[in-house]
């Protein structure tokens, strides 16, 4: 059997419908995966992970190759048991996107980059085949080519240098590999240049590895800008592979890069805003801190079948929130995560109707008018 | 039906195996009851409290006084449906604990206490009547007389003067309750002092109240003190009512008051302890948080049911702490609360065996030999 599987099960405009078979099981595309940065998605069990419909999930080679260190998540069994038996599958990033943020702590050369830990300032080094060991030993399903992920504003020379560096890059990459590694996925990069887009996924896809992303997108540039380096360079993308964007996962940005092709997305913007009290809707996001919810006996959403709607009062949410109690991460973890692997299922379920046109228009349409709503409330 | 009927089913020695049934249902005695301060027993759910095997938890009145407010939770259907369906029974404490421990900013007098809250500093005040009002709106179903709680080095007229005004509180808390109120308990004081304790005992029992606790202990006092008063004061109180040891939870503290003829418990200690990393065992307690964890595949302890125990090794659990990641929390909580009531059960099962004596001294020596060996590994 191959490493990766990936089989298209039907198409609406540009989004597809799939369905991704790695070693450790089937996952439905357009999919999302939760994030579980250090071995843990913020506050749940793998078991309530999984409840929730997620197939994948997120690893960071980064944060693992600090701590515990990928030799003891190793020993321990790789990161799927370490973790506490997650069943499913496991996609891990290369470490590139966090060391390249580490600025000034880090230096790039042919080889690799050698970088300072943010935990206790360790010198460290990451080479593409560094990372493909690190991420091999975490006992990743699916493996990300070490590059460089440019600043929004680069110019065209770095972006161009970088892009040909990171093509060199997954060659090693994939010689790299062994027999007990995951599949590859190869990053196109290229900054926000149509031109470099399109020479960097020729020198990635010659590769012929089972499946790509593209990188260095949702990193502070408008969204109009992304959709349109989208727009431009997935037509270029071999149409039998899946198609993976970096670092996406607001509503909005899911239904429309499915609508422009993407079949794999993964973000902690669900998680991280579920921590700040901030929960999404299908009528926009939601503020629980606000005291307009103080006695408001109503779920989150009215007709969500998430742990945290069919139990607890947006009263009690916005009491957990002001107390800082745990509990309160917790529940708007839940909802957020669902409410996002839903959203997938809606979506995916539209592109088997052939009705994804009108679906995303619909939704896109339903978010931007709740979200103005929301905003008068709060006044 | 009366607001709590307690029925006394085995006895081995002192230790008494008790079934204590409040309106909201059985209560096996010995008992333990998780503290859910403001609301929540900190990062679970009531679903996974009542798995655990809980039948009643604690609220701080003083915390909801302050946030949400108590008259929000009764709005909300009170608190059993506000923190999201808590099935089991809910004791409540009078609030005067907290508001004695402000220290500086309360003043007494024989009307009640007013005190300045901790979170903003508004003036607020606490009466006998106020506390029976309180905990009324909460939907308790065992509220506690307020009362003061001296320091540990209180002096002999300081300690009289309380206890005197203590009982007249009393009365006031039992003329104050209300069709719609629970049961009330009687608070006995007096200090480190036997014969004030003695004195507390006959006014606090005149009341003819359902229940009694012993207030004042555990507050800093030697430990051989506190099991002194316990043991010259319990057989004053009337055997056939249930007695109730406040602020009590660490196993070898658990196992020496049962033995003493305490009927319930409550403490903040086995999720407190959880959170910083420090597990409760049967070999006494271990710290997840040391080194010699990080590679050690073993659960927190072999024998145990906890889900904890069931899924995550040492080594994930230590590498949790180290990340300050929520999930440790929680484990570590479910952890600590299933071996407490899980000791509870224990505890009921020697009493009904009437070999009590022999369990506790076996107990006691396997927690104290663990405690030395830890010691030494901890080196």
Redesign the interface.
């Known amino acids: 059997m191959a490493k990766l599987d990936f089989d298209i099960l039907a198409q609406s405009g540009r989004a597809r419908r799939g369905r991704l078979t790695t070693r450790k099981g089937v996952v439905e595309t357009p999919t999302f995966m939760p994030v579980g940065t250090?071995?843990?998605v913020?506050?749940?069990?793998p078991g309530e992970v999984s409840d929730l419909g997620a197939g994948i999930i997120l690893g960071n080679t980064y944060h693992l190759l600090l701590?515990?260190g990928v030799d003891?998540v190793a020993?321990?069994?790789g990161l799927h048991r370490?973790?506490?038996?997650w069943t499913g599958s496991i996609l891990t990033d290369s470490g590139g996107f966090q060391v390249f943020s580490l600025a000034s702590r880090r230096v790039v050369t042919e080889e690799g980059v050698s970088f300072r830990s943010h935990l206790d300032g360790a010198l460290m080094e990451l080479t593409p085949e560094k990372a493909m060991d690190a991420q091999t030993l975490l006992g990743s399903d699916i493996l990300m080519a070490l590059d460089e992920c440019p600043p929004p504003d680069a110019d065209r020379e770095y972006a161009e240098k970088a892009l040909l560096r990171d093509a060199r890059w997954a060659k090693r990459a994939k010689s790299a590999l062994r027999p007990e590694s995951g599949a590859l996925f190869g990053i196109v990069q290229g900054g926000m240049y149509k031109d470099l887009r399109a020479q960097s996924a020729e020198l990635i896809c010659e590769l012929d590895l089972p499946g790509h992303s593209l990188g260095g997108l949702s990193v502070g540039e408008p969204k109009e800008t992304m959709l349109e380096v989208i727009d431009a360079t997935q037509p270029l993308m071999p149409r039998k592979k899946p198609l993976y964007l970096m670092g996406v996962g607001a509503p909005e940005d899911l239904i429309n890069c499915v609508g422009l092709g993407v079949d794999m997305f993964d973000c902690v913007l669900p998680t991280r805003m579920a921590r700040t009290g901030t929960m999404l809707t299908k009528d926009g996001r939601l503020n629980l801190r606000n005291a307009r919810f103080?006695?408001d006996?109503r779920p989150i959403e009215e007709d969500c079948g998430c742990?945290a709607c069919r139990?607890?009062?947006r009263?009690?949410l916005?009491?957990?929130f002001?107390?800082r109690?745990?509990?309160a991460?917790?529940l708007g973890t839940l909802h957020n995560l669902y409410f996002t692997l839903n959203l997938m299922a809606r979506i995916r379920q539209a592109i088997e109707n052939d009705n994804y046109a009108a679906f995303a228009r619909e939704a896109l349409d339903r978010l931007s008018r709740g979200e103005h709503r929301a905003a008068a409330d709060d006044q």
């Open positions: 250090v071995g843990s913020k506050s749940l069990t701590r515990p003891l020993e321990m069994g370490f973790m506490g038996g103080a006695r006996s742990p139990n607890y009062s009263a009690y916005r009491h957990l002001a107390a109690e745990l509990l991460y917790r």
